[in-house]
């Protein structure tokens, strides 16, 4: 019998699932470079920054938080939250690339689907909720999950999306439509109890609305109608009401915020080292809101006022990226994300150094967290897919002047 030698392909021919198995990996190395290319670097770059010194926080803050929280039955180890807040960091990391791929359809459509579901998640807390140190904010589906912390950038980019109607249609009551989103959020978030949640929510709703355009004498009204809904909530919410009296009157010895304003100047300006402070032994949530307080004691102020630049330079960065945008929901979107992030971040730090009443409202992407963590990362990705851009394409710059003649019915 007549034997054949075996195949051997001609030179430069290459077998079909190779060649293919080829072109996924080309497909696969050109979206990452388009990526690459269109995502705000400096952004990412500062929001990882933010990451790494939560890492070295959460491991200065866990022992005293462990300690606290240990029992004659369980002992936590001393890096017990370290532990967890490596795991919750990783998967928002997970969330937060898989996000920026996102193109920006597809992340508001993604953002809206979610802002849907965590309101539905929103209305069944007070039904089957969990209730931890007084307040039922949580679900348990087989993991701990806060519906508030994830509706936040679902919320944003609803809020823009909705806003952004007027471009096609100025007679719609976008307004109106967005004042009712509010008012039925903030109400659903004061029943857990959670006032500032409410009060962030409604201050991104503020700043999305004063930038969708309304006249001067609206402005002044929202104005009013903040003042009479802030003596209302002292009048008639109890949780308010507790807040504003303990800041009014004066922090104790007793007093958290109190505590944590002396934790945090008790390491002057470079701290007293990692893991050497003790006064965040009495630190009550040392590893959640107070967290700028240990890293004052351990790192220092000098670290603290690092922390708040960094912030500032995250703010600035997206603002001026957003200033030759002109798409009216990218601009929404992008600006009630970082009105998110950034009012956060003010608020605990001001809770922290006393000059705001009490929140019970982490740190962003620095604190301990669960649900926390990984929505501020979701955020942080839906961000940096609404703001990808091609380097390649050249916009019409904005210039200040030419805002009254850009309006409908601007005076000349």
Same mark, same amino acid.
């Given at each position: ?182 008012? #039925?959020?903030? !109400?659903?978030?004061?029943? =857990?109890? /959670?006032?500032?949640?409410?009060? *962030?929510? +409604? @201050? ?43 800041? #009014?009157?004066? !922090?104790?010895?007793?007093? =958290?915020? /109190?505590?944590?304003?002396?934790? *945090?100047? +008790? @390491? ?43 912030? #500032? ?14 798409? *009216? ?46 929505a501020l990362c979701l955020g942080v990705g839906f961000l940096l ?28």
């Amino acid at each position: 019998m007549a034997t054949h030698p075996p195949y051997v392909p001609r030179a430069g021919r290459i077998p079909a699932d190779a060649a293919q198995h080829q072109r996924l990996r080309r497909n696969r190395r050109s979206e990452f470079a388009i990526w690459w290319r269109e995502i705000d670097r400096v952004l990412l770059t500062l929001v990882l920054a933010l990451m790494a010194i939560g890492t070295a926080a959460v491991a200065a803050a866990s022992p005293a938080s462990a300690r606290r929280l240990s029992t004659a039955a369980v002992k936590l180890d001393d890096l017990h939250f370290f532990y967890l807040h490596i795991r919750f960091q990783l998967l928002g990391l997970i969330a937060m690339f898989a996000a920026s791929t996102l193109p920006r359809d597809m992340a508001r459509r993604a953002g809206i689907v979610l802002g849907f579901a965590m309101l539905i998640g929103l209305l069944l807390v007070p039904v089957i909720g969990t209730t931890v140190n007084g307040a039922k904010r949580w679900l348990n589906l087989g993991m701990s999950l806060q519906p508030s912390e994830f509706l936040k950038p679902a919320y944003a980019i609803c809020l823009a999306w909705v806003l952004s109607w007027r471009v096609r249609d100025p007679n719609l009551p976008v307004v109106p439509m967005a004042w009712g989103m509010m008012g #039925l959020v903030c !109400g659903l978030l004061m029943l =857990q109890p /959670d006032f500032g949640s409410a009060v *962030l929510f +409604a @201050g991104v709703c503020c700043v999305l609305v004063l930038m969708s355009g309304i006249d001067v004498k609206r402005i002044l009204a929202l104005g009013a109608a903040a003042v009479a809904a802030v003596v209302a909530a002292y009048v008639f919410y109890d949780n308010a009401r507790h807040r504003i009296d303990a800041f #009014l009157g004066g !922090g104790t010895q007793f007093d =958290q915020v /109190d505590l944590a304003q002396r934790t *945090l100047l +008790a @390491g002057g300006w470079t701290g007293s080292g990692l893991w050497l402070g003790t006064r965040k032994l009495g630190l009550p949530e040392a590893h959640t809101d107070y967290i700028f307080s240990v890293i004052g004691e351990e790192f220092g102020l000098l670290v603290c006022g690092l922390i708040v630049l960094i912030y #500032l330079a995250i703010v600035l960065r997206v603002l001026l990226r957003l200033l030759d945008e002109e798409d *009216l929901f990218t601009t929404l979107a992008a600006a009630g994300l970082i009105a998110q992030l950034g009012g956060q971040a003010f608020i605990n730090i001001l809770v922290n150094l006393q000059l705001f009443p009490s929140k019970g409202m982490t740190l962003p992407l620095i604190s301990y967290g669960g649900s926390s963590t990984i929505a501020l990362c979701l955020g942080v990705g839906f961000l940096l897919a609404i703001t990808r851009r091609n380097p390649f394409i050249e916009r019409e710059r904005f210039r200040l002047r030419q805002l009254g003649q850009t309006m409908p019915g601007a005076r000349k």
